[in-house]
């Protein structure tokens, strides 16, 4: 098996493409594209949460559903939340209603104020974690690695949820702070060519 299927335009893409006819714009424009956004970045982190045991295939369907419901992620506002909105996430049949997962968005929002306030942003924060890319494993190959270990351990001390290993893993995939596009898909080359353009925020 390949690692790579052919694209709309029959370009190589990473063969997880094939899950979804929708992943090939999220593949192509957003997946491994550096992000300096923060809320950006928070609304990733959360997603990821959301997806612990589910696909990103349904995560992603209702995407914009969870911008509506969590104020397009603007995490000083979700850190004022409260009880009612928590009951009003819950009976929202357009994300997945998660008490435990809700409630953890609630919380790290108010983590996401302080740590913007400590680090002067949330992308300064983050991009501390980029790892060097000869300490990886191949692309696609693994579901952890050091760096992403050693951010949750971090983001756990800081009073985050939600925020293992494997899900800073997958953040880290998908904000662009690895490549992790396999060889030969037509994106790595335009991923690394971003990510040489990208400055590094606080630098």
Known sequence: MTATIPGPDGK??????????????????????????DRRLF???CLEGF??????????AKRENFRTA?????????????????ERLLTDAGIVRHRGKIEAVINNAGRAVELARQEGSLAAYFWRWEPNPASLASPQTASTSPASVAMS???????WRFVGPTTAYAFMQAMGLINDHVEGCVT??????????FRLPGA
Do not use: N
């Open 51 to 60: 997806q612990s045991g589910l696909s990103w295939r349904t995560i992603l």
């Open 43 to 45: 609304e990733k982190l």
């Open 12 to 37: 190589p893409r990473c063969r997880w493409c094939a899950a979804s006819p929708q992943f090939f714009d999220y593949h192509d424009h957003e997946w491994g594209f550096p992000v300096d956004d």
């Open 188 to 197: 790595r080359t335009q991923v690394e060519r971003a990510r040489a353009a």
């Open 153 to 159: 351990k971090d983001l756990k001390k800081r009073g």
């Open 70 to 86: 969590f104020h397009r992620f603007d995490f000083t506002r979700i850190a004022r939340y409260d009880e009612r909105d928590v």
